[in-house]
């Protein structure tokens, strides 16, 4: 007999996401992206996103059954993001999740949006190890975590950002660099051609706790870049990114470092959009290795949000009895972990 598919729901923030999860396989994936309607703001709209996401959801269902060659009455269950992220943009999700569970008859799963992005690395390297310790980097939230059994119990902070988001400092440098939104990609692409030789603040580094802080980092690059522009002399944009980018990822591979240690774990994940990093991958790599941890990052595309983390989060809870959520389920834009 085969096990449950389960099609998970992702809409906390401007990616309209549907994934296909049977037995801890990906059988597909759809995307849907407003990213360009918010780029001229600088930041992600609310407004705009929940319109996005009303008008993109049931177009990526048909989208992600149709790569799969499969169809309605074939998902065993549905997962969805109950939290955290916009509020517009949940409800239209949960909203959207509960009438498709209603009317296929099966079961809704709410699942923490943060749980998922660790949960996603299971499609790719199998059972994560009980327990691990994850560090969650995106644009919204920057965390360690002490991960027990993502299906059943749980996740542990050890540590979170005090201010911005790791990716939120990456949005911010590139817009003061000139650089689009969102601007972690364009800032890895320029660091490839500059040296990381500007010695940028790595604020709380080394203060024994697992927190982070990036506003001051923000600043330091800010007030450079200023003082370059007041002294008439071009800004070195690639030295400035690889700089910057530096900065971001030896603190937060440092902490990773610790917290296992600390926990006594030999296990990382990476997760979230700035886990698709290229330097912090590196970095993470020759660090974790030193220390005898075993990393375990997913390959970008599945790093950033997705309908594939949700739906990997629910099949793990479907398949380990989990019992599915109330029909009054709500949104919840600042879900406790
Ligand atoms: O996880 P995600 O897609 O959405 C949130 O839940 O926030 O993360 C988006 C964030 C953005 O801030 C973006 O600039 C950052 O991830 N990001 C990156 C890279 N790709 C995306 N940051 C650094 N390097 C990248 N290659
Ligand atoms: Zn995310």
């Known amino acids: 007999t085969e096990r449950p598919l389960v099609l998970g729901i992702e809409t906390s923030c401007d990616e309209t996401g549907v994934g296909l999860v049977r037995g801890g396989t990906l059988i597909a994936d759809a995307l849907a992206s407003s990213v360009d309607e918010h780029a001229r703001y600088g930041g992600v709209v609310p407004e705009i996103a929940a319109r996005a996401h009303l008008e993109a959801m049931v177009p990526t269902i048909e989208r992600a059954l149709d790569r799969a060659g499969l169809r309605h009455r074939d998902v065993d269950a549905v997962a969805v993001t109950a939290g955290p992220g916009l509020a517009g943009a949940l409800l239209v999700g949960v909203a959207a999740a509960k009438a498709y569970a209603l009317a296929l008859g099966v079961p809704l799963h709410g699942v923490h949006h943060l749980a998922a992005h660790v949960a996603v690395d299971t499609l790719e390297h199998g059972p994560l190890p009980r327990p691990s310790v994850a ?13 027990p059994d993502l299906a059943t119990e749980p996740v542990v902070p050890l540590g979170a950002t005090v201010d911005d988001a790791a990716g939120e400092a990456y949005d911010k440098v590139a817009r003061l660099l000139g650089m689009p939104f969102p601007g972690g990609p ?8 500059g040296r990381a030789d500007i010695a940028f603040p790595r604020a709380k580094a080394g203060d024994g706790t697992f927190d982070f802080s990036f506003s001051g980092l923000k600043t330091a690059v800010a007030r450079w870049v200023e003082a370059r522009h007041r002294s008439g002399e071009p800004v070195p944009v690639a030295d400035v990114a690889a700089s910057f980018q530096e900065a971001v990822a030896d603190v937060l591979t440092a902490k990773a470092v ?4 600390s926990q006594g774990v030999d296990t990382l994940v990476i997760g979230g959009g700035v886990a698709a990093n290229s330097r912090l991958r590196a970095l993470a790599a020759l660090r974790c290795e030193a220390a005898g941890i075993q990393l375990r ?11 594939a983390m949700v739906a990997a989060l629910g099949s ?3 398949e380990a009895g989990v019992a599915p959520s109330p029909w009054d389920l709500p949104a919840t834009s600042t879900l406790p972990l």
């Open 135 to 147: 560090l969650l980097v995106s644009g919204g939230h920057s965390s360690l975590l002490l991960v």
């Open 186 to 193: 364009p800032i890895d692409a320029a660091a490839r051609d």
């Open 258 to 261: 610790a917290a296992c240690r």
């Open 297 to 307: 990052v997913p390959r970008p595309g599945l790093c950033t949000d997705n309908g």
């Open 316 to 318: 793990l809870r479907v």
